[in-house]
């Protein structure tokens, strides 16, 4: 029992220095503290036990983790991108088609409406003609209001649709 550190402690003795008895004392206040309070390698050897024994458990679950996420990665860009784009593509087309469509109509009317001119010498005919174009302009407006309002919501479906999947891929990715 004489490599103790409690029994190393000599005896205070009015005849040493007081600063080498303190000395010894702190030191083997130090050494007692050490052993008895610090519990600091024990936890740092459990603590590198739970992280060994999480890493372990928790890589197949990971790995699985990751795979499924390539995989919706793949269906995205094998499926998604090019539905969504094919989809656009359609009601763009479409809207493109409707607008032609009603240009064609006007172009007609304003010929018809030139000959028609030409050929009447009337004037009250004249302004009836111009009556009816600003109702066919009026109609015209609303085809196009119409169509605009049918592009704009395709549009808001369409920015939904990729807003949502970015959130699905966001989530994805966070696992």
């Known amino acids: 029992m004489s490599g103790s550190p409690l029994h190393t402690i000599k005896k205070w003795d009015p005849l040493?220095?007081?600063g080498t008895s303190a000395q010894i004392i702190i030191k083997d206040l130090g050494e007692i503290?050490?052993?008895?309070?610090?519990?600091?390698?024990?936890i740092q050897g459990e603590t590198r036990y739970?992280?060994?024994e999480f890493e372990e458990k928790r890589g197949f679950r990971e790995m699985r983790v990751l795979e499924n996420v390539k995989i919706s990665t793949s269906e995205a860009n094998e499926q998604t991108v090019p539905g969504c784009k094919k989809a656009m593509q359609d009601n763009l087309n479409r809207a493109l088609q409707t607008l032609q469509v009603a240009n064609q109509t006007i172009c007609r009317l304003?010929?018809?409406?030139q000959q028609e001119r030409?050929?009447?010498?009337?004037?009250?005919?004249?302004?009836?003609?111009?009556?009816?174009?600003e109702e066919i302009m009026k109609e015209q407006q609303k085809w196009q209001a119409a169509v605009d309002e049918e592009h704009k919501k395709a549009m808001e479906r369409l920015r939904e649709q990729y807003t949502a999947m970015e959130k699905e891929l966001a989530k994805s990715a966070s696992f």
């Open 16 to 18: 040493t220095s007081p």
């Open 33 to 42: 503290h050490s052993r008895l309070l610090d519990h600091r390698p024990v």
């Open 50 to 52: 739970f992280v060994k």
């Open 110 to 113: 304003q010929q018809r409406q």
């Open 118 to 133: 030409m050929n009447e010498p009337l004037k009250a005919s004249d302004e009836r003609r111009r009556a009816q174009w």
